[in-house]
């Protein structure tokens, strides 16, 4: 009966001090007491993994809202949205509520979201409410305090959601419609058409990250403009991850060949390098050798966000920074601002440097600015590379003409290594090191091999189904999307998520050995 009275005495205090939140939400405070009873106190309005991560120990405070000049990209059949305005959200109901200003902006909402339910701030609030019973009975208040506690957090994540839900503009929406619709009508083989459903587009075509604004548009729009996209897909930044999980995450089970949106991607580890020896001592097959990886600038967000001031910052931190490294790794940063047509295709056919005009990353609005901000770093012998925001911030490669895998990985770790105690780069505990891409989340790596293997190859349909059964995928001689020269072939490990970076590496050198021995018994 005492406990009865008291909870009654103290829903009326509460009621008296929330009456606004209480009356709009019209939650029955026994009832949730007991269901967040076990909750321990969290810090109000969790920031998605992705953005927790990102801003952990940034030099820059917080992301900023960024709001890129406008610059149109041409050639793309759905128009891409260059810029993310970031709108302000319409009023959040009910328009009094102290939880959220209709006027502010995404990230200072949730600057005041966590300011308004700042533990300290909660606590002199519930203090007063709790006021009359002082004495009273401790489990009771710290009863209402957990409630309380996790009213505000659930009514603040809706806020948030409710203002996210209705931040996609009319013109954005009917442009996903029509691309949906020709998508859907395609014969397209692309992950985006296999596991962008009626329901999962229903879902996320009105959501937009909170920091950045990207909507699913932004998502997908490389993979309307190009049915032939095998994957179809980028994050415009480390949120939408989080925020269109409902597409991502299956295309990243199927990509990374079941890496599940309840796992978690190991830490990393190169492993013991000096287990790795030559592919093909005679040189019979393997041309050259090439391990790659990816990383992203802790701080910035991913092409289609950055600005332009951003890019030249970026590459002004990577050139100095790489200008002090030693040893095999000493080289020069040359930007490709200014460097002549000749040099630069001189670069591209020797396989060092990125093609330019790639219609999957334009589509995906990741070439604007171009060529600011773009360069490549290498040493002398070039057979250590580093890429300056093409698709990714940085991308880390070892090379050398020849098989020895165990050469070019070690000469990778080693840069990796250097790099990572000059650079903060982005990481999530989940998906492991963020790229532009999901193909590149977690290791990052790509180990590939130039290889003739004419027996094999005289019917690629073959060479496909070989290599898929070791966990390899078959690129032409230039890279993604290009044809085979010469019978050369880029064979690379497929997958680079749920497993550590010395066992992608391996799955590389175990198939491509198996490759040869099915060659060399044809
Ligand atoms: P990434 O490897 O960065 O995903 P691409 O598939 O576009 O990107 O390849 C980039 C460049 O690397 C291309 O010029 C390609 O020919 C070259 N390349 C890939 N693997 C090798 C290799 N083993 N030897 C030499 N060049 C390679
Ligand atoms: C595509 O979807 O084909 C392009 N956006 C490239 C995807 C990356 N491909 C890959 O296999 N790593």
């Given at each position: ?290 391990v790659?990886c ?148 977690g290791t990052t790596i790509r180990a ?23 966990n ?20 690379s490990n497929k997958r680079r998520m749920?497993l550590t970076e010395y066992q992608a590496v391996k799955e590389m ?14």
């Amino acid at each position: 009966m005492f406990a009865l009275w008291y909870l009654s005495f103290a829903i009326d205090e509460i009621r008296k001090h929330f009456g606004w939140f209480f009356g709009n939400l019209n939650i029955k405070l026994g009832k949730n007491a007991i269901e967040n009873k076990e909750q321990p106190l969290q810090q109000p309005q969790q920031q998605p993994a992705a953005i927790n991560k990102i801003t952990d120990n940034k030099p820059v405070p917080e992301p900023k809202p960024v709001k890129p000049e406008i610059k149109p990209v041409t050639s793309t059949p759905v128009a891409p949205t260059p810029a993310k305005p970031i709108e302000k959200p319409a009023p959040a109901t009910p328009p009094s509520t102290p939880i959220s200003s209709p006027s502010v902006k995404p990230t200072s909402s949730i600057a005041t979201l966590k300011k308004e339910l700042a533990t300290d701030a909660l606590d002199k609030k519930l203090q007063e409410a709790g006021k009359p019973f002082q004495n009273g009975n401790e489990n009771l208040k710290d009863n209402l305090k957990d409630a309380t506690t996790g009213f505000l957090q659930k009514e603040s994540q809706k806020q948030t959601e409710r203002k996210l839900n209705i931040m996609v503009d009319a013109a954005v929406i009917a442009k996903l419609e029509e691309g949906y619709a020709k998508l859907a009508a395609s014969d397209s083989k692309s992950l985006l058409k296999k596991y962008l459903t009626k329901e999962v587009f229903d879902n996320l075509k009105n959501k937009k990250t909170p920091t950045f604004g990207s909507s699913l548009l932004d998502v997908i729009q490389s993979g309307l403009a190009n049915h032939d996209s095998g994957v179809g897909i980028y994050a415009p930044d480390a949120e939408a991850y989080t925020v269109f999980a409902d597409l991502f995450d299956p295309i990243i089970e199927d990509y990374h060949g079941g890496f599940k949106k309840t796992d978690k991607h190991p830490p990393k580890d190169f492993g013991d390098v000096s287990t790795f020896g030559n592919l093909d001592p005679n040189n019979e097959f393997v041309i050259s050798t090439r391990v790659r990886c990816g990383r992203s600038l802790e701080g910035y967000p991913f092409n289609p966000c950055l600005t332009e001031a951003q890019y030249k910052e970026m590459e002004a931190k990577v050139s100095s920074t790489l200008s002090g490294l030693e040893g095999e790794l000493k080289g020069k940063f040359y930007p490709l601002t200014g460097m002549e047509k000749s040099v630069q295709q001189q670069l591209i056919d020797d396989h060092f440097l990125f093609k330019e005009g790639d219609r999957f990353l334009q589509a995906a609005n990741a070439c604007r600015y171009w060529p600011s901000g773009r360069g490549i770093y290498h040493n002398d012998n070039k057979t250590f590379l580093v890429w300056c925001n093409e698709e990714d911030h940085l991308r880390i490669i070892s090379m050398q003409m020849g098989g020895d895998l165990g050469e070019v990985f070690r000469r990778l770790t080693n840069a990796v290594n250097e790099i990572e105690k000059r650079i903060p780069f982005s990481h999530d505990d989940r998906l492991g090191f963020l790229t532009f891409c999901p193909t590149n989340l977690g290791t990052t790596i790509r180990a590939s091999v130039h290889i003739k293997l004419p027996k094999l190859a005289a019917n690629l349909a073959k060479l496909e189904e070989v290599a898929g059964k070791y966990n390899l995928q078959v690129r032409g001689t230039r890279g993604e999307h290009t044809e085979a020269e010469g019978g050369i072939y880029d064979i690379s490990n497929k997958r680079r998520m749920g497993l550590t970076e010395y066992q992608a590496v391996k799955e590389m050198y175990d198939g491509i050995t198996e490759l040869i021995k099915i060659e060399k018994s044809m």
